[in-house]
């Protein structure tokens, strides 16, 4: 069983930063391509940025490039540095494995985290 669980989440003022981390707790030396995405209040689950297996290649939706930064320590654990929060970043963000790498639709990563709340004052 492959469960992502996600942590870090919390309340920021607009400006500010947030660290979150994602483990996955599995025993096996598989090595998922991964991604964030996050769930704004009343809208749809939508794409943030995606790492591949070894962590060389990375990838942005355009609402977040040159402000949040994907990273990987090995095979099970991801973070997601966000800086220069702003109130629109606001959402549950959501840790998830798969097979495609690099890939923007969550249909492509079976493995989901539980999700951690981000809250952005203004």
């Known amino acids: 069983q492959v469960q992502p669980v996600e942590s870090g989440g919390g309340l920021v003022q607009t400006g500010g930063s947030l660290r979150l981390s994602c483990a996955i707790s599995?025993?096996?030396?598989?090595?998922?391509?991964m991604g964030w995405f996050r769930r704004p209040p009343g809208k749809e689950r939508e794409f943030v940025a995606a790492?591949?297996?070894?962590?060389?290649?990375t990838t942005y939706a355009d609402s977040v490039k040159g402000r949040f930064t994907i990273s990987r320590d090995g095979a099970k654990k991801m973070f997601l540095q966000m800086d220069s929060l702003k109130p629109e970043d606001t959402a549950v963000y959501y840790c998830?494995?798969?097979?495609?790498?690099?890939?923007?639709?969550?249909?492509?990563?079976?493995?989901w985290g539980p999700g951690t709340q981000v809250t952005v004052s203004s």
């Open positions: 790492i591949s297996r070894n962590g060389a290649e």
């Open positions: 599995e025993r096996t030396l598989i090595t998922y391509p």
């Open positions: 998830a494995a798969g097979y495609r790498s690099g890939s923007r639709e969550s249909d492509d990563y079976p493995y």
